[in-house]
C-alpha cells in the first residue's frame, strides 16, 4: 500500500527565505507526482505535475523534483513571500490511477 | 474557463437524514474523482468514474456512499443515514484521462452531520 510522507507537519520562515519542502513515498511503482497549495477553507490549487519519466518542473517561482527510485520530491520555493502561506500537500499516482496524499505542510511566510 | 464546481458550498443535516453532494467537473474531462478531507485522516479517494467504464467503488467507506454520472458528465455523490464520522469536506476532481493525467479539483462540499 503506497504511503506518502511530508515532515515537517508545519514551517515558519522570514519573508525572502529560500525553502524546500519535503515528500517522500514508499512505492516506486508511480504514473506521476502533484503538488498542490491549499488556502484555509478552500479546494487544492494544483502547482506542479512531474510524470514519472521527469527529473524535475518548473512554475515561476516553484521548482519540483522527483527522484522515483529514492521514493522522494521536493518542491523548492524562492524568495519565500507572506502570500506563499497555505498547506502544501504532495500526491502520487500509481497504475489505479487514484491519488494517494500526504498530510501536507503547513507554511507560515513572516513578513 | 470553468474550472470544477460542487454545490452546495457547505451542508448541516441532521444524524440520519440522506444528502447528496453535487459535482460539475471540466468541460472534455473524462475522468471524474471523489476525494474526502477529514482531520484525522487527511485526504482520502472514495471512487471515480472514466468514461463509460464501471466505476472504481474501492474506496467508499460503507454502503451507506453511493455515487453515479450521469451523462459522462455531472456527478452526485450520495450518504444515506448520515453518520457524525461522515462529517468532513467533500471533493471532486476531473481530469482529461486516467493515471498520467493533472486532476484538478472544485472547492469542496463542507459536511456537517449534528
Known amino acids: 500500500k503506497q504511503e506518502v510522507t511530508q515532515i515537517p507537519a508545519a514551517l515558519s520562515v522570514p519573508e525572502g527565505e529560500n525553502l524546500v519542502l519535503n515528500c517522500s513515498f514508499t512505492?516506486?511503482?508511480?504514473?506521476?507526482l502533484q503538488w498542490f497549495r491549499q488556502d484555509p477553507g478552500k479546494g487544492l490549487t494544483s502547482l506542479l505535475l512531474?510524470?514519472?519519466?521527469?527529473r524535475e518542473q518548473t512554475s515561476g517561482r516553484l521548482n519540483a523534483s522527483l527522484d522515483k527510485s529514492s521514493g522522494r520530491s521536493t518542491l523548492y520555493i524562492a524568495a519565500s513571500q507572506p502570500g506563499d502561506s497555505a498547506t502544501y500537500l504532495c500526491a502520487v499516482s500509481g497504475a489505479n490511477s487514484k491519488l494517494t496524499f500526504g498530510k501536507g505542510i503547513t507554511l507560515s511566510v513572516r513578513p | 474557463g470553468a474550472g470544477v464546481s460542487q454545490s452546495p458550498s457547505n451542508k448541516v443535516t441532521e444524524k440520519g437524514k440522506d444528502v447528496e453532494l453535487r459535482c460539475d467537473p471540466i468541460?472534455?474531462?473524462?475522468?471524474l474523482y471523489w476525494y474526502r478531507q477529514s482531520l484525522g485522516q487527511g485526504l482520502e479517494f472514495l471512487i471515480y468514474?472514466?468514461?463509460?467504464?464501471?466505476?472504481?467503488k474501492s474506496g467508499l467507506p460503507s454502503d451507506r456512499f453511493s455515487a453515479e454520472r450521469t451523462g459522462g458528465s455531472v456527478s452526485t455523490l450520495t450518504i444515506q443515514r448520515t453518520q457524525q464520522e461522515d462529517s468532513a469536506v467533500y471533493l471532486c476532481?476531473?481530469?482529461?484521462?486516467?493515471?498520467?493525467?493533472?486532476?484538478?479539483f472544485g472547492p469542496g462540499t463542507r459536511l456537517t452531520v449534528t
Open positions: 476532481a476531473s481530469s482529461l484521462g486516467l493515471a498520467y493525467y493533472e486532476q484538478y
Open positions: 512531474i510524470q514519472s519519466s521527469q
Open positions: 468541460s472534455g474531462h473524462t475522468a
Open positions: 512505492d516506486s511503482a508511480i504514473y506521476n
Open positions: 468514474f472514466q468514461g463509460n467504464s464501471a466505476p472504481d
